[in-house]
């Protein structure tokens, strides 16, 4: 067998759903949005679940009580993100301090992409090597971005973010190995409420 795929044993993953955000365009809180009979933030922590048990986190922020209950017990893990206005750098990074301690890679993913399924997700956890140099990242309409595996490697960067921009320094780095695994359903976000109408139809 490959160094690489040896390197994966007993490494510890986690999952957190990034779901802190104001939803400006959109009006409301788009995180309880009912979409396919469930809210979009319960959505996205049962896939969380689905792939990584109860290694599982929710980011929230805005409205975070009504959030957290529209999780429902999906995510094991709740952290709030009292400065979710500043953006979602801040998010990520509380999340790298959270599971700096405990985990190898973290899984990020956002409540706002109603068509993420648990077989991406078990993808880009299965298509890590284990490397902590190594992040494997959707590919979609031409460009990369979430949902990302970020390995143990990239934590202490993922930690000093903050602002609007997410994690896309972290992805361009060229200090880690960016892997992609094609999903073109992860470019349908939601945004506004006809981004929901759409979807419906």
Not at 37 to 48: K, N
Not at 96 to 118: K, N, Y
Request: net charge negative; charged share 25%; aromatic share 6%.
């Amino acid at each position: 067998m490959p160094e690489a795929v040896s390197k994966k044993e007993g490494r510890v993953v986690f999952a957190a759903v990034l779901a802190a955000g104001g939803s400006r365009r959109f009006g409301r809180n788009k995180q309880l949005e009912d979409f396919e009979g469930e809210p979009l933030v319960r959505r996205a922590a049962e896939l969380a679940r689905e792939v990584c048990g109860d290694r599982t986190v929710l980011v929230a922020g805005h409205e975070g009580a009504a959030v957290a209950a529209a999780a429902g017990t999906a995510t094991q893990y709740l952290i709030v993100n009292d400065r979710y206005a500043d953006g979602i750098g801040g998010s990520i990074a509380l999340v790298a301090r959270a599971v700096s301690h405990v985990a190898d890679a973290v899984l990020l993913l956002f409540a706002d992409q109603p068509l993420i399924t648990a077989q991406h997700l078990r993808a880009l956890v299965d298509n890590w090597s284990g490397a902590d140099e190594e992040i494997v990242a959707t590919g979609f309409s031409g460009t990369v971005g979430p949902p990302v595996l970020f390995p143990r490697g990239a934590f202490e960067a993922l930690s000093e973010l903050s602002g609007d921009k997410g994690a896309k320094s972290v992805l361009e780095d060229p200090t880690f190995d960016l892997h992609t695994i094609p999903f073109e359903d992860a470019a349908v976000d939601i945004d506004t409420p006809t981004d929901v109408e759409k979807l419906a139809d």
